[in-house]
């Protein structure tokens, strides 16, 4: 258990931050779902800025690796494309 005062605090930031950053990689991650389920093209590519917006934000605050931002991205974009 923490020793000192600023350690609970720690703890207690700590879980919020994580509750925060779970609940913005799940729905980044509804969206994209969603979106690999569209068959309309014009549909899809309303969607794409939003979900880019979203992986972009991710990556940025370290949720997810911009490694993996980018791949979602290009996948994405090469789906909209074929279809």
């Not at 911009?66 to 090469?78: D, E, I, R, T």
């Amino acid at each position: 258990m923490a020793n000192h005062k600023s350690a609970l605090k720690r703890i207690r930031s700590n879980e919020s931050k994580r509750l925060r950053n779970k609940y913005q990689h799940k729905t980044t991650r509804n969206a994209v779902r969603k979106m690999r389920e569209l068959t309309d093209k014009k549909e899809a590519a309303k969607m794409l800025p939003s979900i880019f917006t979203m992986l972009d934000k991710l990556a940025k605050r370290n949720i997810i690796h911009k490694n993996k931002a980018a791949n979602l991205k290009s996948g994405l974009q090469v789906r909209v494309n074929k279809m």
